[in-house]
């Protein structure tokens, strides 16, 4: 029991942490936000493993490594509020941070699914990950609307500025799930010719 409070009390806390981390990330130089990234991607896997037993592969890491790097980076070259190709960049970076991070979600949503015993076909989990991740995009657009409204931000450009994010968070979402449904069944074809009974 007090093992359990104490990792819901480090998870919290953690969880927090990236909370601030996410507010503050729209005003934060490329530099700082690297480090700083790259110190919370090192923070969580070394929970997981000790904490949880759980060794979070690099492309997770790698892929939400990116998916800030596609903020900071706008930031950084000053392209919010500029076209980027036939869309805005915040249009962009919204799809692009989406597709990154959700492989993330499938992976963590996959091995809570294996830990509790509950099997589910691939299909299924990156389903209702997709369905996580997207509440999470909703809880990053409150955090906006938070910090326009009590931290003198500037993040919502017009009325239609959040539904209109979570409307290209979505596209990026299912794009990302799709893919690493693609990746895996790929990865299965190869691996079951790979076991295919050779002949004489």
Known sequence: MRARLGHG?????????VAFFLLKLAYTQWLPGTLLTLALLAAG??????????????WVLGSLFLAVQVDLLGNHFH????????????????????????????????????????????????????SLSFSAAAIYEIIE??????????????PHDCPNDLQWDLGGKILGAVLVVLLWRGRDAERSLRDAPRGS
């Open 9 to 17: 009390i480090l998870s919290g806390a953690f969880g927090a942490g």
């Open 45 to 58: 896997s070394v929970y997981a493993q000790r904490g949880w037993g759980v060794r979070v592969p690099w």
């Open 79 to 130: 392209m919010y509020g500029r076209p980027f190709g036939p869309v805005q960049y915040d249009e962009f970076a919204h799809m692009m941070g989406s597709a990154l991070t959700v492989p993330a979600f499938i992976w963590a949503f996959g091995q809570i699914m294996h830990r509790q015993g509950i099997t589910l076909s691939r299909g299924w989990i990156a389903t209702l990950a997709v």
């Open 145 to 158: 609307l938070w910090d326009e409204r009590y931290f003198g931000g500037r993040r919502i450009w017009s």
